[in-house]
């Protein structure tokens, strides 16, 4: 995880709850979280974190957020509040998983908000979780102010002591590099900024594949970008169906400056500006916020053409597919 487990102070609080009790922002990031398991992390504390949250409407993602929902103002009732977002000791950041769950066949439908309850409740699903997956939906993490060495003979991840806006400078030329070659087989994509140091760049596998020979694809894909092009902000962790990313529209604070995980335009891309994604700007200046969407590119491409550029692109690239068993 990128951000600090910082203290928020009272302004910081209060831009992160004016923004959030915003209906439009939240139905902005329904168009990702809708059908993902979503979650409240927190860099190195476990003990806070909140998973296997199934945000299904605008009502329940208040309840979530300890936001007074219609009912609740209806009622006379105030916000439950049940996981304290809007404290100052928390500092969460809302992820998603890149696995879409079909939540229908899922044997908890919504988690209990007691903390012990919860937790068995976790331990039941964490394992069958795959097997309520629908889809699987492939991200790349550019991460600027890392890099990598060879030490006796074997590669070792190095953190760079560099300002935020170089590692994120670092991230973007990385990310430049890979858009035309998604761009040139017409595979789906967008990209955001990751709210810290970097991006994240997502993309549609066409195929009629299980989810594990997705991850497995997914993992491939990754391994040759960076061979291939030596990306040294690229995350060359390997993935697991269980793995999350930020949700779009979401805030990121760090040393309580709040930026937004914005999804990016072409024109965003090649005029960015790392000031304008600060959560006061983009809420006042970011044209059509309330209908701007994820920004998918190469999203009109019929399936029978995706199949067939996507097979191309595996094919040029040397990327076989598995049973996919060998994965966890």
Not at 239 to 259: E, G
Request: aromatic residues 14%.
């Amino acid at each position: 995880m990128e951000e600090n487990n910082d203290i928020l102070n009272e302004e910081s609080i209060r831009k992160r709850k004016f923004y959030y009790s915003k209906p439009f922002i939240l139905f902005a990031m329904l168009d990702w979280a809708r059908g993902r398991e979503t979650c409240f992390l927190v860099k190195n504390s476990y003990k806070s974190s909140v998973r296997y949250l199934n945000a299904g409407s605008v009502e329940i993602f208040m309840k979530y957020l300890g936001i007074q929902t219609n009912t609740e103002r209806f009622k006379g009732e105030q916000a439950k509040d049940p996981f304290k977002f809007f404290t100052s000791n928390k500092n969460y950041s809302i992820y998603c998983s890149l696995g879409k769950i079909d939540w229908s066949r899922c044997p908890i439908k919504a988690f209990s908000y007691a903390v012990k309850e919860r937790q068995a409740q976790q331990e039941l699903i964490r394992e069958d979780l795959i097997n309520y997956m629908e889809d699987f939906t492939p991200g790349i993490d550019f991460d600027g102010d890392q890099s990598f060495i060879i030490e006796k003979g074997k590669e070792k991840k190095i953190k760079l002591e560099i300002n935020q806006k170089d590692a994120v400078n670092r991230a973007l030329e990385d990310l430049k590099v890979i858009i035309p070659i998604f761009n040139e087989y017409k595979i789906e994509w967008f990209c955001q900024f990751s709210g810290s140091r970097g991006f994240h760049f997502l993309f549609n596998i066409p195929l009629d594949i299980s989810i594990k020979q997705k991850v497995e694809v997914s993992n491939k894909v990754l391994k040759t970008l960076e061979e291939t092009f030596d990306l040294q902000t690229l995350d060359r962790g390997s993935y697991n169906h269980r793995k999350v990313f930020k949700t779009p529209y979401s805030i990121v604070t760090t040393n309580n400056l709040n930026l937004v995980v914005l999804p990016l335009s072409d024109k965003d891309l090649e005029n960015f500006d790392l000031d304008k994604l600060e959560v006061q700007y983009v809420y006042n200046n970011v044209r059509n916020l309330k209908i701007r969407g994820l920004i998918w590119r190469n999203s009109n491409i019929n399936k029978k053409e995706s199949i067939k550029l996507f097979n191309k692109f595996l094919k040029d690239y040397e990327i076989e597919i598995t049973n996919g068993e060998n994965l966890e």
